[in-house]
């Protein structure tokens, strides 16, 4: 533990360096420029028209969908989908005028709007729509489409037909941004060209992007027609913050009450969930992460009442005063509220006693008194990885450690790149995150299909009967059939994933996302905001207004 902290400090002065050499190269002016050329520093402007934010790592997928770009609700920004998602969370046209499926749910039909060009002035055809739904499905690693059967461009319309019905195709048609099909190729992220509000005019990879507003832009006209996002970790963005230059930065709760002039905190409910992955299975088992071979499991985490003690016995409401200072609500699924979330599964947690009694039962007892337990021979003590550069998920590991505790359970917790997580996180409980706003990720996260592919189910869970009803929920043909079979996945009444259930991962609490804005800026009406705090906010960005 005191070796992650010691590398949490130099990651924050590292950061803290960097924020200032950016900043440098942000503000800075040409030689013989004025101080009243630039924006920010020219309150006295009529029209604002450029905004800097330090919102985070924006640039993952790096502006092409082939890797990875939309899978996080980033790329409201610089393409047009068939589909978006409103503020009410309703599904609407965005590329697509409308949309229309078959009875059998296995046709889908896109009349396309004739007014949206690329940011290179060329218009955006259904070719285009056709080339990057067949290229994304010959591709198949940051997008599944393998269920498509055949995609047809007729005229200005798109007809997709489906081999069988996936509930959750709805969601990607949101999430998959059109590319040229003649101006695309492995150098996409060098040139990107997409139909959204802006374009990527600089691109200084994990340093800064600017974008411009692009011109061909069919929608409503942005006031803002340049940004600049900082690619930096929470502490650097907060010493941007403090430096009057960022007009957004996020801050994570633990920094949510410092004043900073000219600046207020904004708050946005989420479905941003925070949780313990855990091991499943034993230890000595092999495996694969992001196609990478790996060691698999863990001999303490993968008895079952190891997993339902802590689900029950840690204090969900304390980790939320303590680790979130209060901004945020407690999780008991990664969709708590949403229409598919089981509303059995919500327990009264902190109930040491009922923990405790769940772990006795189990075999496990401190024997030599030590205060933590044992089970022929083995001690309830086990690893857990966090992101060390990710303030929130630090502070709540810490809590979570402590409060393991009370239930004679040692946590030892490791503050590690994701790139290290990932090597080594199905062998240890990893602080985990997600929550969307579709339930795919509850396939994702606990199908025993998907183990080994990505970073999918990284607890290695398998229960046949969860696994037949997170396949009928995936092939149902209407929304609502479909949740009635995500709910029985987490819970029938005897198995589920859930906590009460087989608990491969702890939900705990639901984040606030939490922004220090300038006072002047009105961001319009947000969403409740999926995982991401990076991405979350942009989804209606031409709507963001600045108040003189």
Request: net charge negative.
């Amino acid at each position: 533990m005191k070796a992650g902290i010691k590398d949490t400090k130099k990651r924050i002065l590292s950061f803290i360096m960097l924020a200032l050499s950016i900043l440098m190269v942000v503000v800075g002016c040409e030689s013989g420029s004025s101080e009243q050329e630039n924006p920010i520093a020219s309150p006295q402007a009529a029209v604002k028209e450029e905004l800097v934010l330090a919102v985070g790592k924006t640039d993952v997928g790096m502006f092409d969908p082939k890797k990875g770009w939309g899978t996080h609700a980033q790329i409201r920004l610089t393409h047009s989908s068939l589909l978006t998602i409103d503020s009410d969370l309703n599904f609407v046209g965005d590329l697509a005028k409308s949309y229309s499926v078959s009875e059998d749910a296995l046709t889908w039909t896109f009349p396309l709007r004739d007014d949206v060009k690329f940011s290179n002035g060329e218009q955006v055809t259904a070719e285009d729509v056709k080339f990057t739904y067949e290229m994304l499905k010959q591709d198949g690693i940051k997008f599944d489409l393998s269920f498509v059967d055949s995609i047809e461009a007729n005229d200005n319309t798109i007809v997709i037909k489906l081999k069988e019905p996936r509930s959750t195709f709805v969601s990607q048609l949101t999430e998959i941004g059109i590319v040229p099909k003649a101006h695309y190729d492995d150098n996409y992220s060098n040139n990107p060209i997409g139909s959204g509000p802006y374009k990527v005019v600089q691109y200084d990879d994990g340093q800064q992007i600017i974008m411009e507003y692009n011109p061909y832009w069919y929608g409503t006209e942005p006031q803002f027609k340049k940004l600049t996002l900082l690619l930096l970790e929470e502490d650097a963005a907060l010493a941007a913050a403090k430096a009057g230059q960022a007009d957004i930065v996020y801050v994570p709760p633990r920094f949510a009450d410092q004043k900073v002039p000219g600046m207020t905190l904004l708050k946005y409910e989420s479905i941003d969930s925070r949780g313990i992955m855990l091991p499943t299975v034993p230890s000595g088992g092999k495996g694969k992460t992001n196609g990478k071979a790996v060691d698999v499991g863990n001999d303490v985490t993968s008895d079952l009442a190891i997993r339902q003690a802590l689900n029950i016995g840690l204090d969900r409401q304390k980790l939320l005063d303590v680790a979130l200072n209060g901004y945020g609500q407690k999780a008991f699924c990664l969709c708590d509220n949403m229409p598919w979330f089981n509303e059995e599964t919500v327990v009264n947690d902190g109930d040491i006693a009922a923990a405790k009694k769940i772990l006795a039962d189990g075999g496990w007892a401190d024997t030599n008194k030590d205060g933590i337990l044992e089970k022929n021979g083995l001690k309830a003590e086990f690893d857990m990885f966090y992101s060390s550069s990710d303030q929130l998920r630090t502070d709540l590991s810490l809590a979570v450690a402590d409060q393991a505790k009370e239930l004679g359970i040692k946590i030892n917790l490791i503050g590690a790149t994701w790139d290290e997580i990932y090597v080594k996180g199905k062998t240890a409980a990893v602080a985990w995150g997600g929550g969307r706003h579709h339930p795919h990720q509850l396939y994702t996260m606990n199908s025993s299909k998907v183990i080994d592919t990505g970073y999918n189910n990284m607890s290695n869970y398998q229960n046949p009967i969860v696994d037949e009803y997170l396949d009928k929920a995936l092939t149902a043909a209407t929304q609502e059939e479909a949740n009635k079979y995500w709910k029985l996945a987490q819970w029938d009444g005897k198995t589920g994933f859930s906590g009460i259930g087989d608990a491969p991962i702890v939900w705990l609490v639901r984040v606030d996302h939490l922004y220090l804005a300038n006072e002047k800026l009105d961001l319009g009406k947000q969403p409740v905001h999926s995982h991401g705090h990076e991405w979350a906010l942009f989804g209606n960005i031409t709507e963001w207004t600045w108040r003189n």
